[in-house]
C-alpha cells in the first residue's frame, strides 16, 4: 500500500506507545524513514508486518489493531495532506458514503499504483446505511468496520457499524441510533 | 430537430452540476448542486440577468442577446460565493438550459468550498483538482522531509564539534602528567644508568613520545574540525626545510636497510613562502609512514616545480595498495588494513591530517600505487618564491649547540601555579647544576623576585590573581625604578601556545624569549645559555 497508509499507523502508534517505543516497533517491523513516504508505493507484505509490530505492542490480536487504524485513518486523514478531500467528500454521513467510490476513483488518477475499494450504498433511510464493500484484497474488514465507526464519529452520528452477513460481496450496516 | 438525450433532473446534475433552466423569459426554474448549495434556493424565481455577471462572450447584456449565443459562455455568480460557471446554452422545447460546470480554481485558495457534487462526472475536473491537491500537500510532506533531515544533521553536527571539544579539553588534560613523564625521562637519560636501566628508560621515552604524537594528532584534528587550525606561513628554505623535515626519516630508514634517495634537484627558487610546522608534519608523516610499510627496497623523494605549485613525491617500495584500501586511505581512524594496524600500531590520524594540511595550504595529497609494486605520496602545494629582500630574515631550522656548562652564577625562579611542572623544572635545572625557587602564582612570582632578585625567571602564562605578562611588567617597572646598574633579570615564557601572535606578545611585555611546551631539556638550556 502507499505509504500515506503506514504514516497513519505509525502516528497511532505515537500517540499510543510514544516515540521511544515506536522505534523499537518500526526496528521490529524491519522498516526505516523510507516506508513512511505517503506517495510511495510498498508491497502489502510491509504494511502487514507494520500493523502486526503494532499489535505486538498493543499486545492485541491484529484485527483489534486494524479496527483502530480504520477508526484513526479518518481521523488522521481529516487533519492531514488528505483534509481538503475529506471535505469535499461530504457534509453529512450519507453524503460521505454515497460518494466514497467516487472519491477512491477520483484519487487512482494521482495514486496510479492503488489497488482501490469499490464502496456502493445499497439502501438508504431514516433507520441507517447498507454499504456494500468490493475489494481485490482479503482480511480487511475489521478495517473497514473501524473506517466506518470512524466516519460515524465524524459525523457526529450516534449508532453501531455491523457485518450484514458473512456472505460475498460483503455488506455493512450502518444503524442509527432512534433518537 | 428531436433530442437525442432524454435526461432526469439526477442525471442533467451529474453531467452538469453548474447547470441553470430558464423559462422562455429567462427566469430561473432550477439550478444544478454547485448553486444549489451555495445560493440555498435564493435564485428561483428570479430573471436569471439579475443574478449573474456574463464575462463571455462580450457584450452580452440582456436575455436577448444570450438567448441566440452559441459560444462558450463564461458567468460569474455573486451570489453563489462569487464562482465562474462554463456552458453553453441549449433550448428545449419553451425552456432554455445553461448547461454549465464549475471553473474550478486549482490554486489551492478555495479548495475547502468545493464538494464532489460541484464537478461532472462526465469529464476529469475532478481528477485534475485532487491530483493538484494532494500534489501540493506531498510536496509539504516532502518539505517537512526535508527540514527534519537538516535538523537531523545539524544535530548530528553539534554533537560533532561537542565531541571535538571534548576531544581538546582531555588532550590539554592529558598533556601535562604526560609532559612530566617525558621530561623526567629525559632528564634521567642524562644521568648514570645501567644499561638495564637505559634499555627500559628508553622504552619509556620512546613510548612518551609516541603517546605525544597520537595527542598533537588529535589535538590538531579537533583544531582542524573546529576550524580553528591556523596556518604561519613565513619564509623558509624549502630544500633545508625538506632535508630536515626527513633528517629523522632518513636515519629510521638506513636502521631498517632500506636505501634513502633524496633529489631536490630543481629549478625551484631557495625561499618560499610556507607554514614550515605543516609543512614538516606533512613530510615526516608521509616519510615515516614509508619506512614503517617497507620491508626492503628503497624510498624516493623527488620534487618538481610547475609554475608556483610544488610536486613533492615520496615513493617506497613497500606491499602496495589496493584499491579498497586506497579509498579508505585518507579516512579519519582507518588503516589500509586491519593486519596492518595491528602489526604496525598507529592511529590511522597521520595521513588524514597531512591531506587536510596539504588542503589548507592550498594543495593536495594524492596516492597512486601497484600492488605488490610500491606507493606513491605526492603532496602539491602552491608555494610562491619569497621576495629576494626578505630572504635574510628566514627562520632558521638549524639549530645551536647545546653548551654543557655547569650553570654557575644563575639564580633561578620558576613561576607556576601547576605542581606538576614545578616539578618537572626542577628534575631539569637540577641535571644541570642550576639552583631554582619556585614561586605558585604571578603575585607571588613578584614578591619572590623583589626579595632576592633572581637573574633568570621561567614564567608561566595562565595563572589566576596576576597572570604572566602582568607579573612581567611589573618585574620590568620595578626594574625600571631601581638602580640602573643592575643585572637585568631574564625572563623566559613558558607556554603551550606557540602562535606568532603569542610571542609576540610576550615579548612586547618585556619576555626575553619564549619556550613551547613540552619542555625538552635541550631546548630549555639552549634558551638559557642563549641569554648568559
Ligand atoms: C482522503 C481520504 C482518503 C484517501 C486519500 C484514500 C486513499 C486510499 C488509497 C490510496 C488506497 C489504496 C491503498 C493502496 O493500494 O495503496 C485506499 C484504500 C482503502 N480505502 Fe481509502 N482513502 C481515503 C479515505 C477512505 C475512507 C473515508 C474510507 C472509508 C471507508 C476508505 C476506505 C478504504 C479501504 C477499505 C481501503 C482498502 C483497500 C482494499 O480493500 O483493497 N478510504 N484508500
Redesign the interface.
Given at each position: 500500500m502507499y505509504g500515506m497508509v503506514h504514516r497513519a499507523a505509525r502516528e497511532l502508534a505515537i500517540l499510543r506507545h510514544g516515540e521511544g517505543k515506536w522505534n523499537s516497533i518500526a526496528e521490529r517491523a524491519g522498516v526505516s524513514?523510507r516506508e513512511f513516504?505517503?506517495?510511495e508505493v510498498f508491497s502489502d507484505a510491509v504494511t502487514i508486518s507494520i500493523v502486526s509490530a503494532v499489535a505486538d505492542a498493543d499486545g492485541s490480536p491484529i484485527d483489534q489493531t486494524l479496527l483502530e487504524l480504520g477508526r484513526h485513518w479518518i481521523d488522521f486523514a481529516g487533519r492531514?495532506?488528505?483534509s481538503?478531500?475529506m471535505?469535499?467528500?461530504?457534509?453529512t454521513l450519507p453524503e460521505f458514503c454515497r460518494?466514497l467510490d467516487?472519491?477512491h476513483t477520483?484519487?487512482q488518477?494521482?495514486?496510479p499504483d492503488a489497488i482501490m475499494p469499490s464502496f456502493e450504498v445499497e439502501t438508504m433511510d431514516d433507520t441507517g446505511i447498507t454499504l456494500i464493500y468490493r475489494s481485490q484484497r482479503t482480511g480487511l474488514e475489521t478495517f473497514v468496520q473501524g473506517l466506518l465507526e470512524g466516519l460515524m464519529a465524524r459525523f457526529k452520528v450516534d449508532g453501531a457499524v455491523s457485518r450484514v452477513d458473512d456472505a460475498h460481496p460483503v455488506r455493512f450496516r450502518l444503524t442509527y441510533k432512534p433518537v | 430537430m428531436s433530442p437525442v438525450l432524454s435526461l432526469s433532473t439526477d442525471e442533467i446534475s451529474g453531467l452538469f452540476p453548474g447547470y441553470v433552466r430558464l423559462s422562455a423569459l429567462g427566469v430561473i426554474e432550477a439550478v444544478g448542486p454547485v448553486l444549489t448549495r451555495r445560493t440555498k434556493g435564493s435564485l428561483i424565481g428570479r430573471p436569471f440577468m439579475d443574478c449573474v455577471e456574463v464575462m463571455r462572450p462580450r457584450g452580452i447584456s440582456n436575455f436577448d442577446d444570450l438567448r441566440t449565443c452559441r459560444g462558450q459562455l463564461i458567468i460569474r455568480c455573486p451570489e453563489a460565493a462569487g464562482i465562474v460557471l462554463k456552458g453553453v446554452v441549449l433550448q428545449r422545447d419553451d425552456h432554455f438550459y445553461i448547461c454549465a460546470g464549475l471553473s474550478v480554481d486549482v490554486s489551492g485558495q478555495s479548495s475547502g468550498s468545493y464538494r464532489f457534487e460541484d464537478f461532472s462526472m462526465a469529464d476529469s475536473t475532478l481528477e485534475t483538482f485532487l491530483a493538484a491537491d494532494l500534489r501540493r500537500n506531498l510536496l509539504i510532506e516532502a518539505q517537512d522531509l526535508a527540514t527534519s533531515l537538516t535538523e537531523a544533521r545539524n544535530r548530528a553536527e553539534a554533537a560533532d564539534k561537542a565531541k571535538s571539544r571534548f576531544l581538546a579539553e582531555i588532550s590539554h588534560e592529558i598533556r601535562t602528567p604526560l609532559n612530566g613523564v617525558i621530561g623526567i625521562a629525559d632528564v634521567m637519560a642524562h644521568g648514570e644508568l645501567s644499561s638495564e636501566q637505559a634499555g627500559r628508560l628508553k622504552l619509556i621515552r620512546s613510548s612518551g613520545r609516541t603517546l605525544e604524537r597520537l595527542l598533537n594528532d588529535l589535538l590538531d584534528l579537533a583544531k582542524l574540525e573546529n576550524n580553528r587550525l591556523q596556518l604561519a606561513p613565513v619564509q623558509i628554505d624549502l630544500i633545508a626545510e625538506i632535508r630536515d623535515a626527513l633528517g629523522p626519516v632518513e636515519a629510521l630508514a638506513r636502521v631498517r636497510g632500506l636505501d634513502f634517495i633524496i633529489d631536490l634537484k630543481t629549478n625551484s627558487p631557495d625561499h618560499v613562502i610556507a607554514d614550515p610546522i605543516r609543512l614538516r608534519q606533512v613530510l615526516s608523516n608521509l616519510g615515516f609512514n614509508a619506512v614503517k610499510f617497507t620491508q626492503k627496497g628503497s624510498i624516493t623523494v623527488s620534487m618538481t616545480r610547475t609554475g608556483d605549485d610544488v610536486a613533492i613525491t615520496i615513493a617506497d617500495t613497500g606491499p602496495g595498495l589496493t584499491d579498497k584500501a586506497m579509498a579508505r586511505l585518507f579516512q579519519r581512524f582507518e588503516q589500509g588494513d586491519k593486519d596492518v594496524s595491528i602489526r604496525y600500531g598507529g592511529s590511522g590520524l597521520g595521513l588524514t591530517l597531512s591531506r587536510e594540511f596539504a588542503r589548507l595550504m592550498g594543495g593536495d595529497l594524492n596516492v597512486s600505487s601497484v600492488l605488490g609494486m610500491g606507493s606513491r605520496f605526492t603532496v602539491t602545494l602552491p608555494l610562491p618564491p619569497a621576495p629576494p629582500q626578505e630572504a635574510a630574515s628566514i627562520a632558521s631550522s638549524s639549530q645551536p649547540t647545546l653548551r654543557p656548562t655547569a650553570g654557575a652564577g644563575i639564580r633561578g625562579l620558576v613561576v607556576d601555579d601547576n605542581p606538576a611542572n614545578l616539578e618537572i623544572l626542577r628534575v631539569m635545572f637540577d641535571a644541570f647544576g642550576i639552583e631554582i625557587d619556585f614561586a605558585d602564582g604571578g603575585r607571588a612570582g613578584v614578591e619572590a623576585w623583589r626579595k632576592n632578585r633572581y637573574n633568570l625567571i621561567l614564567m608561566d602564562l595562565q595563572m589566576p590573581e596576576m597572570n604572566g605578562l602582568e607579573a612581567i611588567s611589573k618585574i620590568r617597572q620595578l626594574e625600571a625604578d631601581g638602580d640602573s646598574n643592575e643585572e637585568k633579570t631574564r625572563i623566559l615564557i613558558v607556554s603551550a601556545d606557540a602562535t606568532e601572535e603569542a610571542i609576540a606578545e610576550s615579548l612586547a611585555a618585556g619576555a626575553d624569549g619564549h619556550l613551547a611546551k613540552p619542555l625538552r631539556p635541550e631546548s630549555l638550556f639552549r634558551a638559557v645559555w642563549s641569554l648568559f
Open positions: 524513514e513516504i505517503s506517495a492531514s495532506a488528505y481538503n478531500v471535505g469535499m467528500a461530504g457534509d460518494n467516487r472519491m477520483s484519487i488518477a494521482t495514486m | -
